[in-house]
């Protein structure tokens, strides 16, 4: 059965693979992103959403569920954090999806049982260096998810995907060569890099009905880094 879907972001990487699995089942899908023409000329409604500097969004009558997919990746020393850095950080992952869900909220409610999904990163369960920001602003988006879950029960289901490095061009810079791509992939368990179709696969599963037992999860597609030792 066709449903109602609203997409935060979703012009590359994982959101636009989400995307094309959508709109390959039939969902109606209602986009705000920093480039909605890329989606008006297709013919799906889209609006202009900044999550540095979030304006007013309008929203359907109802929506059957929500994906908020802007990220950064901020990786310095400790020391050369700037409060700035943080501020961005919690701005376009915290923030903007607080901004999204509030305007949104109305409708999901309209709607029955729904389904929300954000996004978080390894870094938050995994102690990394260089990655103090941007592991703290995931940590705020796993507790808004769990308090979220818990409050909006029964009627909306609240979960977080917080895969490791996956291959998309916001993580371009970590796997420009080849010799940073084996690196990356020798670090995980499974042998290899995430691709942005098996995240996008749990995030369909997630706006499913298959998910309707889950709520206030935090699922890692992470190739077993989170979880798995291997000893040699």
């Not at 995030?203 to 992470?222: K, N």
Request: proline share 6%.
């Amino acid at each position: 059965m066709s449903k109602r879907f609203a997409l935060i972001g979703g012009t590359s990487g994982i959101g636009a693979a989400t995307v094309e699995k959508l709109l390959g089942e039939g969902h109606e899908l209602h986009i705000a992103c920093r480039n909605p023409e890329q989606f008006t000329t297709r013919g799906i409604s889209a609006q202009s959403f900044d999550a540095c500097a979030p304006a007013p969004l309008q929203w359907p009558e109802s929506l059957d569920g929500l994906v908020y997919f802007p990220g950064s990746i901020t990786l310095k020393p400790f020391h050369r954090l700037s409060a700035e850095d943080f501020a961005r950080d919690l701005q376009i992952n915290l923030l903007g999806a607080v901004h999204a869900l509030q305007s949104a909220l109305p409708a999901l409610k309209s709607s029955g049982p729904a389904s929300v999904v954000l996004f978080s990163s390894i870094a938050a369960a995994q102690g990394m260096p260089f990655h103090a920001s941007i592991a703290a602003a995931k940590a705020a988006v796993e507790g808004l998810a769990k308090s979220l879950a818990a409050e909006f029960a029964p009627i909306i289901r609240v979960n977080v995907i917080a895969p490791s490095l996956t291959d998309t061009p916001m993580a371009q810079s970590l796997l420009s060569d080849e010799t940073k791509r084996t690196a990356a992939a020798k670090r995980h368990p499974l042998q290899q890099v995430g691709q942005p179709a098996d995240v996008a696969d749990l995030v369909h599963f997630l706006l499913s009905d298959h998910s309707r037992f889950l709520t206030g999860q935090i699922l890692r597609p992470d190739g077993g880094l989170s979880s798995v030792r291997l000893f040699s």
